[in-house]
């Protein structure tokens, strides 16, 4: 099946930094979706991005939709301790294969004090 | 309160040994979709269901059933588990909109022996 590749694995930050994370298909997508999971707890969705070179914003978070549909960013502005948990991109292929979701690996973001 | 569902939240159980796992989602949902976290593997998708009676395997299918009887229930069976089923189990729920948005229960910590 599709894969998604996210880098980096982890993580490890001062308070205060800002963060980067990105995946990347060797497959088109036509919706990217970045979650947060926050530790003993499921997905929570952060931001969507819904059409190529999209750029969205969610307080200190940033993300983009890349222009060739196969990759897409998220960046975390000023972290503080409580962005502590795993990020995942998701892709969604569209309205032929509606049901089917495909998540990256995670990248675990550790915030020191 | 919209939520999503599920039971047990721990199970530890034997090699062999039927088991189900209920979700349930209050929110009438058209899509719903089982899903495995490992670590270093995110999330991977078992099946997924577009409606009552519609589902579909997803990339990691097999040792698994699921049912769509009713519109809000989407149970996980595993009719014989084995070990390398231990793991944590995640239901998701979405309408057939756009959005995309998947919305995740709390999860079911898995251990066979």
């Known amino acids: 099946g599709q894969q998604l590749n996210q880098s980096p694995q982890s993580m490890f930050i001062q308070e205060g930094e800002d963060v980067s994370m990105n995946c990347t298909s060797s497959?088109?997508?036509?919706?990217w979706l970045w979650y947060k999971q926050d530790p003993g707890e499921g997905p929570v969705l952060l931001i969507a991005l819904y059409k190529a070179g999209e750029l969205t914003s969610n307080g200190r978070l940033t993300a983009q939709f890349g222009i060739t549909r196969k990759d897409s960013f998220l960046n975390i502005s000023a972290s503080i301790p409580s962005d502590v948990g795993i990020y995942f991109c998701a892709g969604q292929s569209g309205s032929t294969n509606a049901g089917k979701s495909t998540f990256g690996d995670g990248t675990t973001l550790t915030v020191k004090p | 309160e919209a939520q999503v569902t599920q039971n047990p939240r721990y199970l530890i159980t034997v090699t062999g040994k039927k088991l189900t796992v209920t979700c349930s989602q209050n929110?009438?949902?058209?899509?719903m979709s089982w899903y495995r976290q490992d670590p270093g593997l995110g999330l991977r998708q078992i099946y997924y269901?577009?409606?009552?009676?519609?589902?579909d395997k997803g990339d990691v299918p097999e040792g698994y059933k699921v049912s769509r009887k009713e519109k809000r229930n989407f149970p996980l069976i595993l009719e014989s588990p084995s070990p390398n089923q231990t793991s944590l189990y995640f239901c998701?729920?979405?309408?057939?909109?756009?959005?995309?948005?998947?919305?995740f229960g709390p999860g079911t910590r898995l251990t066979v022996t």
């Open positions: 929110m009438n949902h058209e899509y």
């Open positions: 497959s088109i997508f036509n919706t």
């Open positions: 998701a729920s979405r309408t057939r909109t756009h959005s995309y948005e998947q919305y």
């Open positions: 269901s577009m409606n009552v009676e519609v589902t």
